[in-house]
């Protein structure tokens, strides 16, 4: 790649053969598509292909030397090039007249009366004659456009790609009888197509043949995953007819939805073999996917196991082990487990209840441990580790379930996935391959709706006005209500997934700001408080259990709220900036209220204008309820590098030409395809071009997850 290979790293990232040729043309130009001279806007930045008619040297009007003037022609109009010092000597020797070139550089265009002179200062340039091509066999040919950078014109990246395609010799992972069913080339022939078609045919043969690339690659390292976990031993956690699960079945005050029934036996029978168990439970917000994992604990605890429930914050671990201990009552403290039954185990507790909770979980004393990310330290320990219950998975990567895996002592314990962001199948397949998929979409008893609108604040204020009127309505109802901010207010800013693609716009409002604004204005005379995550952990429990306890009317609150927290009394829910949160982060928001059977409403304050795609967003909440057609509008608006996160890092993290929801059939058939190789051939002895591809994908992820430990 010679000189290009600094710009690529520098301007791409690119530093690899391997990521060069991956980097995909983003459209293809014929050559009566590339900008005729006669069309060219002041300030556009366009390639144009024409032939120099003359290049003369002309003095400098108010200094001393000289620049090179270069007319080039279209065939029907003429462009001016004008370069100056070391690059009027180098055009000079490369753009004599007669050759033929392609032209990179931003317009100017000077209109005097009749006259209309279009020129470009010192643009970037490439002769066919350097290229090797002729005009006729460029204009034959669909031409590459690729994505590019400041410095690095398309067609130096062109050229680095012909280059390394001249040379190209590559083993292909998919084996040849897989392509001879599905119809597909190689990826050698696959890649030249793309890089250099003939006509658009090759372009789409390519891009089906490099689809399935991505997708077979990608599901085998999930099918290998999941066998090799189908291979390890773990203990039979069957329970007991006269235990815990039993007598808390009793005592439940409601009757479980037949799905959490159904999901409920498929996890009791995975935990009674001798197979770990890798399950994902999702389901909506509220489906009672806390008591599905409730009861899988107690199975657990009844077999002679303890069981741990990591969460991805410390409001969460906390207001799981409330509810844990209050859904259990008496069971908790009866003598059953033996000593402290629920134990709390999280990053900035104090020393003390630190060094209890951490006994107990080593001696066994505690038989359910919850608790953040401080459970995956090394010094943490257990007696008899036998299920793992992961909740919000989307925060925590594979990596980081291996990690609790190697706690479980005399053989793997059993996991349990929890998500309340509903995944389209396609996604399921993609980023949870390895572990088997449990649906609850039935919402229990006495949930009620929760109704959602859209608050115009910019084009109609009275709007927002009325908003806060509905506020102190519920609150003089009796109920109470949560204001959500994107951030907290101090320079260290943001906890939610916030859109910053607009840099010009204002800072997102802010929990200090709005809580005082609120307090001082329309929600006056109301009990208002502010919850973020920078508040001291006995803080935040502080006010959480204020609010539980209906001491708060108004809670002014980061993100911190978005899972787990459950307070039947609150009904209304006010999210400002709204459209700088996601869809499925907005959904699992308004899900905090209409908990206690109590109508929910939902107000999305925002001031994107009608029409724009940060108010259709916002209108797509507003009008279903359905959090799988929501995580659908959700795929469709985000790359889906996003979308698959830590769960598939290295080097494939970001698809390039697989589309999840679109592609749907291609998974499929991808996954069939690797289940049957790696059922034949489980090490991959014949398969020796995959098993370095695979190897090659395990050990970027494990670098990335050292990396960032």
């Keep these: 790649m010679g000189r290009t290979a600094a710009p690529l790293e520098s301007a791409l990232g690119i530093t690899t053969v391997g990521e060069l040729l991956r980097h995909y043309p983003r459209r293809y130009a014929q050559r009566g598509e590339l900008t005729p001279i006669a069309s060219l806007e002041h300030d556009e930045h366009v390639t144009v292909v024409g ?108 050229r680095a790609v012909r280059t390394v395609l001249d040379v190209l010799s590559l083993d292909d992972p998919v084996p040849a009888g897989v392509r001879e069913r599905l119809g597909l080339s190689t990826l050698e022939d696959a890649l030249r197509r ?9 372009v789409s043969r390519a891009r089906a043949r490099l689809k399935f690339d991505e997708a077979f690659v990608m599901q085998s390292v999930l099918v290998r995953r999941r066998m090799a976990a189908s291979a390890w031993l773990a203990r039979a956690r069957p329970g007991r007819d006269d235990g815990l699960l039993g ?39 509220g489906a009672g996917k806390t008591v599905v994992a409730l009861r899988a604990m107690l199975q657990v605890v009844d077999s002679g196991g303890q069981a741990v429930l990591l969460a991805p914050t410390e409001v969460l671990a906390q207001q799981h082990h409330r509810s844990i201990v209050g859904m259990l009552g008496d069971l908790a403290t009866g003598g059953m487990f033996g000593g402290t039954a629920v134990a709390l185990l999280t990053g900035s507790m104090g020393a003390a209840a630190r060094r209890s909770a951490l006994l107990d979980a080593a001696s066994g004393a505690a038989g359910v441990v919850v608790g953040t990310h401080a459970v995956l330290q090394e010094h943490v320990q257990f007696a008899d580790l036998g299920l793992v219950v992961v909740d919000e998975q989307h925060r925590f990567g594979v990596e980081q379930r291996d990690a609790l895996r190697e706690k479980g002592g005399g053989g793997r314990p059993h996991v349990l996935v929890m998500t309340a962001t509903p995944i389209p199948r396609t996604v399921a397949m993609t980023v949870f391959g390895d572990l088997e998929v449990s649906t609850l979409s039935q919402l229990p008893s006495g949930r009620a709706p929760i109704t959602t609108h859209v608050v115009p604040a910019a084009e109609k204020p009275h709007f927002l006005d009325r908003a806060w009127q509905r506020v102190r309505e519920e609150v003089g109802l009796g109920r109470q209500a949560y204001v959500v901010c994107p951030r907290i207010g101090d320079q260290e800013g943001d906890e939610g997934d916030l859109d910053r693609d607009d840099e010009e716009r204002r800072p997102p409002l802010a929990v200090l700001d709005v809580a005082q604004a609120l307090a001082d204005g329309p929600l006056h005379g109301l009990r208002v408080e502010v919850l973020h995550g920078k508040l001291a952990p006995e803080t935040k429990d502080g006010v959480m259990r204020s609010f539980a306890r209906g001491e708060i009317d108004v809670l002014v609150a980061t993100t911190v709220i978005e899972v787990g927290v459950d307070v039947p009394n609150s009904s209304v829910m006010v999210i400002m900036d709204a459209d700088r949160f996601g869809v499925s982060q907005l959904h699992q928001l308004r899900g905090r209220v209409g908990r206690g059977g109590l109508p929910g409403l939902c107000l999305l304050v925002s001031e994107a204008p009608e029409g724009t795609p940060a108010r259709r967003r916002l209108d797509a909440v507003a009008a279903t309820l359905d959090g799988f057609e929501l995580s659908r509008v959700d795929l469709e608006q985000r790359r889906e590098g996003d979308v698959l996160g830590a769960a598939q890092s290295g080097r494939r993290s970001s698809l390039k030409m697989l589309q ?50």
């Design 194 to 202: 793309i890089h250099r078609p003939g006509d658009m045919g090759d």
């Design 660 to 709: 999840l929801l679109r592609d749907e059939d291609v998974i499929e058939t991808a996954r069939a395809e690797a289940t049957a190789l790696l059922a034949a051939d489980p090490e991959l002895t014949a398969h020796a071009a995959l098993r370095a591809e695979l190897d090659a994908l395990v050990a970027d992820e494990r670098a990335e997850f050292l990396e960032k430990a």
């Design 51 to 158: 032939k120099v008619s003359s290049a003369v040297r002309r003095p400098m009007k108010n200094r001393q030397g000289t620049w090179l003037d270069v007319e080039v022609t279209d065939g029907r109009d003429r462009l001016r090039l004008a370069f100056f010092g070391k690059g009027a000597y180098v055009a000079e020797q490369r753009l004599p007249p007669g050759t033929e070139a392609m032209f990179s550089g931003k317009v100017s265009v000077f209109v005097s009366g009749k006259t209309r002179r279009v020129s470009l200062t010192h643009p970037e340039y490439e002769s066919f004659d350097e290229t090797g091509e002729t005009v006729e066999e460029f204009a034959a040919a669909p031409v590459p456009i690729y994505p590019s950078a400041q410095g690095l014109a398309s067609w130096k990246i062109r």
């Design 247 to 285: 007598e808390f079945d009793k005592r439940l005050p409601f009757q479980l939805t037949e799905g959490q029934r159904q999901v409920g036996e498929e996890i009791a029978a995975d935990l009674a073999r001798e197979h770990p168990m890798h399950r994902l439970l999702q389901g909506e917000v």
